[in-house]
């Protein structure tokens, strides 16, 4: 026989889980006690004052005024506080650290599709290492999923046409859900997987156990000459495009006469739809690549390109 | 006022015409504050996307007719005075005055009509329907096509309510020529102009929103 | 109020002196029913008809629970499940609990309650009557087709390309329905400013007109973008042009943004008329006078206000920005203080007073009880970084039928009990109703409680298949499902059995105050032999006197 399982709190494997359950914990203990105050209060007045009772019933002097202002006044300082306390929590759960591993992720009727940046693929999996910040930064191919892994409290919905990211710090090694949580069709229940968080060096064993397949960002040099970017922003190009050395984080003057940091989504905008954002001094000549590119694809190019900054003057001459 | 001396229609849950006239007026305003609503939505959606892609919605707005949307708020307005002229008749209690500039404000609606359907024939013809015959000159195709989607869908939910428009007022009118259903019970026709002059109102907005976008720069 | 003289003005068809034919027995033929202006007869057409809609809402709901007994699909297929939710939130929703209470004792009680013969536009609310049928009879063809697998957020772009079903029919039927909604709100808004009988000044209102004056406000302004969104979503599904699908350069949380403006809004439509039943039951069942009279009243309109301005508390997760989240998280915290006050307010109002269980305060109770957790878990909504974690989970499911169905239907069951007898002229068997009000709470909370442990645990919602160590939670809520499933078909048996074999009630049989208890029961055609003057503030209880019949 099968042996029932019953599980009352998730596990706890990320940075985030423990600042996440203390909120729980005492918004538990709050509206519990608010709860039971109220229940015990109005049962108390039920029996005290059933009908029939020799209860004192003189009607109380003075208007309801005090009382009201005290309960409308005293919620109002406490949900402050639980504002400010899950909101910085919230606040957190958008800033990765600079050392975060990035994977990006792409997700699809109905699976998960994750690259590693050392070009490694899975499906439906995630094997990770504990104590590295991880930042998935991800998209969709169709309609709008949810990247969910309760054990380290945090979710993420996964919008076709953008990126969405989330990161956390496994910290605890084991076999975790994955869930696809926002509602995607047919067999939206099926779009589960498993995160593994493998101590450091079980984690090189897996690795080592797997072919090594080209980087993510070698696979991006690759593509971006066979797409033909190499031809326009190159340094010896005939046409005339910006140069994309360094772009990443940078700040990028507009035709419009704005500036605009050159993020993950800046790069996938001007790849799809290279109009929407001109570039200062520039004319309206690249063509759209909406349709014409992979999700993966796209992601290689963007890591690609994210690499040129870091790595400075000695890739200037590719 | 005068009601108490004359002989008034008024429904049996209301005390008097006043109460009636009170609750008709409030009824139509609150009505209004829904169509604003129903409306305000694709505002809100026009107003996002020309932020996001303010070139594209400047370059597909140049390829509307401005000549058809400036007769057509020509139209509009006149017959808005009109219908203003026709709320002050029928507080006047003329019924063939009334039933007269009735007659105008309807015919100047449907002219608004006529007109916006030579505009859109003129959009078909050129490709500017959206959907798979959708053809543009523009840098950004897509974001064109997009513009005149919420060109054709707000333009045609506003003559839909021309037309509304125009058949009521018709109707009002006939039955000013006809009968004295209006004498000292002008509270429909008051009504009727609010309605309109809404419609004209939310033109005044649809014309230089969808007509005008940088057409100074060009 | 200009209506002093109009008593004897108004002509009545009957002389003042003989009894006039109640509502019910002016006429009998079929015509006379589906033809009527009387506000009475069109909330007993909107009764009949939302019954029916709750017991389809409540097969889909049967048949999913039926299904999550066990963690394989093993009952019916994803396709199958996923429009059995879709049916289930539609259905219950738009054809149960947005017209519940204020179409069935609101179109009632409304007019009697203010002192008025019929509401303002008696043709326009049978007009929104057979609006509400049309849009009903759009949803029933839909589901009888095939059914439609969006869920009932219908978000793009799935709901606008690769949904299966006849999206566009239910969309068309909520949208016909909608209008339905917005005629309903705009005619007791009038009604309520225009209709007032002298003395029925805005302070000496009961607070269920109060509530549903605010709930027709939100159903006025937030219904037509409901409907102008769902229009602009099936236009996109027919002709494959729009502006929320990515692929066509759209940006799908415009549909959020939009949906939602209307939908979190509509949540307060669901609950402040079942605040407004429950200010009346507490008092009269109390014997005194409401505590924080004024409080209430205002708590009522600061929820409307405040609910039109938390909707992106559900998209926290969307990849709307952090700014925008922090905003409605701060707001979302703010719209559970006048929730709170009413909470406190009722349970004051029972010190000191002189307190009867008969099965309305029953059901008051038990409203009190589930609301508070209901908004109680709203905290843990609003609260940024649990929300993050419990978004999209059994929790969300489990807080919102705390307020919909522990919260409305409730207060809704609450409310019909108690003016049954004005509506009917006859009382219920009392034991077997109060058996049927405890059987539901008891169910309701075996069904729905183990769902809060569920979300925290990572359930997502919309799982036909499920990860096996949620399945003893799932066999308690099924368990649960199927205790409120009989608790729901006992009132239907024993109130029509009562309706023509219960017996006779008399005009007051609570002793309430209220204008609509000074009636017959039934109440004639036209409320009131000659138009009431009102001289004093509502609930004049006495609780040293809990016998005494109000003045």
Known sequence: MRPILLSLFPSSASNLAPAVDHIYFALLILCGGVASLIAVVALYFCIRYRQ???????????GPLKLELTWTIIPFFIFLALFFWAANVFFGMSRPPGNATEIYVVGKQWMWKMQHPDGRREINELHLPVGQPVRLIMTSQDVIH?????AFRNKQDVVPGRYTSEWFTPTKPGKYHLFCSQYCGTDHSLMVGWVYVMEPAEHAKWLAGQPAPDSLIATGERAFRTRGCSGCHAPNATLRAPLLDGIYGKQVPLADSTLITADDQYLRDSILLPNKQLTAGYQPIMPTYQGQISEEELNAIIAYLKSLGNEGEDKRER | MSAATLPVRFEHQFDDPAQQRHAATLGMWIFLATEILFFGAMFLGYTAYRVYYPQAFAEASRHTLIAFGATNTAVLLISSTVMAFAVGAAGRNKSRPLATLLFVAAALGATFLVIKGFEYSREIHEGLLPGRHFRIDVADRMHAEMFFYIYWVVTGVHALHVTIGVILIAFFGFRAWFTDAFRDHDTPIELLGLYWHFVDIVWVFLFPLLYMIDRHTS | MTAQTSATSHLSPFPSHAPSPSYLSVRHTISSWLLTTDHKRIALLYMASITLFFFVGGAAATLMRLELLTPQGDLVTSETYNKLFTIHGVVMVWFFLIPSIPTVLGNFLLPMMIGARDVAFPKLNLVSWYLFMAGGACAVFSILTGGVDTGWTFYTPYSSTYANGHVIAMA???????????????????????????GMTWLRLPLFVWSLYTTSIILVLATPVLAITLALMALERAFGVGIFNPALGGDPLLFQHLFWFYSHPAVYIMILPGMGVVSELIPCFARKPIFGYHFIAYASVAIGVLG????????FVSSQSVYAGMIFSVLSFMVAIPSAIKVFNWTATLYKGSISFHTPMYYALG?????????????FLAALAVDVHVHDTYFVIAHFHYIMVGGMVMAYLGGLHFWFPKISGRMYPEWIAKLAAVTIFAGFNLTFFPQFILGYLGMPRRYHVYAPEFQVLNVLSTAGASILALGYILPLIYLSWSWRYGRIAGPNPWRATGLEWTTASPPPKDNFE??????EPPYQYDARAPELEPA
């Open chain 1, 52 to 62: 029939g009772s020799k209860a004192d019933r003189t009607p109380a002097q003075g």
């Open chain 3, 172 to 198: 068309t039927g909520i949208f016909i329905a909608g209008f339905g909604s917005i005629a309903t709100g705009l005619n007791f808004i009038v009604t309520t400013h225009t209709m007032r009988a002298p």
């Open chain 3, 367 to 379: 409203f009190v009880g589930l609301f508070t957790i209901g908004g109680l878990t709203g905290l």
């Open chain 3, 530 to 535: 000659t138009t009431p003057i009102v001289t």
């Open chain 1, 146 to 150: 949810d990247f969910f892994v309760p």
């Open chain 3, 308 to 315: 039109f301005l938390v909707w992106g508390h559900h998209m």
